[in-house]
């Protein structure tokens, strides 16, 4: 059994993993206004966006059952380290500045180790979390991957245009903060283990199979943002993608510790219900903005909902699990929730050729709200049944 954290919630552990992730979300969310624009560059399509995002994904969830299930003997930091070993290793293979079909080898690559990374972090916060605060740790936690969406795809954005597409130099900035997220994930420490009576487990956990389709359907929604806004971006002129990305990003950042700790003390449908609502609405804004700051309040209104959201629904989610069954229970989790975003990508990708964005993000604010519609559902069936 892993040794239960004590009541301190900010540590030397939670820190360096802190950055671990900072540094591998930064050379992932970086690529979001370069790939699409380099795929187009070496003779790809918008089809190959939704394809090249698809495959990166597949690959980060095909081991990861398996990974799961291992997770207890085999060791956290080893998954967590070789993840963005791999990550990087794929990186760097970009620097070749390669062909099409050689891109999605690379990020094939990069895909097989940030299904490690993701599994592994999310893991070990549940692990560092005091018993009765997992939404607080999960909600602080969370803030470093919006804390990355603020600042590396306006960074992106930026080196792109002033270097007029200088792929090496703009592959170069990714690789370099992979290697960073190495550095800081060879400090952390691991919690103790009893390794016995791990060896037989499941691939997939029953569980968490609820609060797995909730994210789902929030994730099905980001996979869209993250792959097709730029796009978006440029065929209705809203010069403001980075931007829209940073304001998202600061906005969960305040939202998710926040929403965190409401979820410990009042229940995690409370925060969760409310905050799809507000999800689906800013997918409604999206599909119809025209004008620049109707376009970065679409972000602001988004960053409440994902960001409260998420929180509220991973921390739901660890409620149900032992401490023994952290790593195959995550890993259903964070298959579900990669799984959303590649069927989100591939299926807009395909969708595109007959339907305009506005379309497009009309049914992503159906989607985000099915939960909320099933949830009343169920309850109505609930009453029904007592009466």
Known sequence: ?????????????????????????????????ILPFYVLHVGGAEASVGMLMGLFTFCSIILRPFQGRDLNRKGRKRLLVMGISLYAAGGLGLLLLPS??????????????????????????LDLAPPGKRGAVVGLMGMAPPASLATAPVLGEYLRVATSADYLLLFLV????????????????????????????PLLLQKVIFPSLII????????????????????????????????????????????????DRYGRSVIFLPALVVAAASMVMIATAVTVPQFLLSAF??????????SSVMA?????????????GMATFTTAFDLGIVVGAVTVG?????????????????IMLLPVL??????????????
């Open 301 to 310: 209104v988004l960053g409440i909902g994902f960001g409260s959201g998420h």
């Open 100 to 125: 099409l079909p050689l891109l999605f080898v690379f990020r094939a690559i990069q895909g097989f180790g940030w299904g490690a990374f993701l599994l592994a972090f999310n893991t070990l916060t």
């Open 174 to 201: 990714a690789s370099v903060a992979a290697l960073l997220a190495l550095f800081c994930g060879a400090l952390v420490r691991e919690p103790e283990f009893d390794k016995s009576g791990t060896e037989k487990t």
């Open 1 to 33: 059994m892993i040794k239960e954290p004590n009541e301190k919630i900010v540590s030397f552990n939670f820190m360096v993993l802190f950055g671990a992730i900072f540094f591998l979300f930064f050379a992932l969310d970086y690529y979001i206004p």
């Open 374 to 387: 099933g949830n009343l559902l169920k309850q109505k069936l609930y009453r029904a049944t007592v009466r």
């Open 316 to 328: 739901m989610a660890a409620d149900r699990l032992a401490v023994m069954e952290r790593g195959v």
């Open 350 to 366: 395909i969708l595109l050729s007959w339907f305009d964005f506005q379309a497009i993000f009309m049914l992503c604010a159906v």
């Open 216 to 263: 789902f359907c929030m994730t099905f929604n980001l996979g869209v943002i993250l792959t097709f806004l730029p796009l978006l971006g440029e065929v209705r002129d809203l010069q403001a993608v980075g931007y829209f990305f940073t304001i998202f990003a600061l906005t969960t950042v305040f939202s998710r510790p926040a929403a965190g700790r409401l979820s």
